[in-house]
């Protein structure tokens, strides 16, 4: 049984020094691209873009971060919210 895959590995085998050094040379290539890289996480730029609380959090970028959930207590009679009717 004379597979394809078994002619190349023969070949491979055959040529392992030459193998060896196209691997090689492959690797430093791909290494030398390496000081340009960035690699970086965005956090901002996994968010849906279509949610309302997202388009919130666009709208005002100085208020927090996506990772803090802010409650704004008000009260609509105007009396302060540290009292006990508030509070509980």
């Not at 890289?37 to 996506?66: C, E, K, M, W």
Request: net charge positive; proline share 6%.
């Amino acid at each position: 049984m004379n597979t394809l895959r078994f002619r190349i590995a023969r070949w491979v085998v055959a040529h392992r020094a030459s193998v060896g050094i196209f691997f090689i040379l492959v690797t430093l290539a791909f290494a030398a691209g390496m000081p340009r890289l960035d690699i970086r996480t965005i956090f901002a730029d996994l968010l849906p873009s279509d949610d309302p609380f997202v388009q919130t959090y666009r709208d005002h970028p100085n208020f927090g971060n996506p990772l803090t959930v802010t409650i704004m207590v008000k009260r609509t009679d105007g009396k302060k919210i540290y009292n006990q009717d508030t509070l509980q």
